[in-house]
């Protein structure tokens, strides 16, 4: 896994992203990986506008991980009340389950500790995740019990296939 390289998105790269971020998320193609929100949002998961607004905001970086020009994973790191935020974290589908998630959440990490000096990482995940919080949480992230209502009647943040949709958010403490 050495040979995947890291670099922060420009605006050329914006219809890359959102084909990511969409193959990884909705539609059939996602359903080859275990990221898959199909069974329960349609619709969008991200567009250019998102993306763009991602690039434009201070201490915001849109991290790409690639192999031979390939992107194979993108992931949000900002700085967001004070500690860190993780988001928008897409793995090409047909490479989910190799180890490229977690080494590129370990970059995530490397730059809000190391990078912007902030003690912590947060992140919002759909509370029925719970294989996807399973991953989170075997890498030291611990559940809040705090919960935010997902954004029913949005349809930027996907339609929704059912009714019991909210976000919890997930912590951890980053060591220097």
């Given at each position: 896994?050495?040979?995947?390289?890291?670099?922060?998105?420009?605006?050329?790269?914006?219809d890359?992203?959102?084909?990511?971020?969409?193959?990884?998320?909705r539609?059939?193609?996602?359903?080859?990986?275990w990221?898959?929100?199909?069974?329960?949002?349609d619709?969008?998961?991200?567009g250019?506008?998102?993306?763009?607004?991602?690039?434009?905001?201070?201490?915001s970086?849109?991290?790409l991980?690639?192999?031979?020009?390939?992107?194979?994973?993108?992931?949000?790191?900002?700085i967001?009340?004070?500690?860190?935020?993780?988001?928008?974290?897409?793995?090409?589908?047909?490479?989910?389950?190799?180890?490229?998630?977690?080494?590129?959440?370990?970059?995530?990490?490397?730059?809000v500790?190391?990078d912007?000096?902030?003690?912590?990482?947060?992140?919002?995940?759909?509370?029925?995740?719970?294989?996807?919080?399973?991953?989170?949480?075997?890498?030291?992230?611990?559940?809040?019990g705090?919960?935010?209502?997902?954004p029913y009647?949005?349809?930027?943040?996907?339609?929704?296939?059912?009714?019991?949709l909210?976000?919890?958010?997930?912590?951890?403490?980053?060591?220097?």
């Amino acid at each position: 896994m050495s040979d995947i390289q890291f670099r922060a998105a420009t605006p050329a790269d914006i219809d890359a992203v959102v084909a990511l971020v969409e193959s990884a998320y909705r539609g059939d193609a996602s359903r080859v990986g275990w990221t898959t929100e199909a069974d329960f949002l349609d619709g969008r998961r991200t567009g250019a506008d998102d993306i763009e607004a991602i690039l434009s905001k201070p201490q915001s970086r849109l991290l790409l991980a690639e192999r031979d020009g390939a992107l194979l994973a993108c992931a949000h790191v900002a700085i967001e009340d004070g500690a860190g935020y993780f988001g928008m974290f897409s793995v090409d589908p047909q490479q989910q389950g190799g180890g490229i998630g977690k080494i590129v959440l370990e970059e995530a990490e490397r730059i809000v500790r190391e990078d912007w000096r902030t003690a912590s990482m947060r992140m919002t995940v759909i509370d029925i995740r719970d294989e996807l919080i399973a991953f989170y949480e075997r890498r030291g992230y611990i559940r809040t019990g705090i919960k935010k209502p997902f954004p029913y009647g949005d349809a930027r943040f996907g339609l929704p296939k059912r009714d019991d949709l909210r976000f919890e958010i997930l912590e951890k403490p980053l060591r220097a």
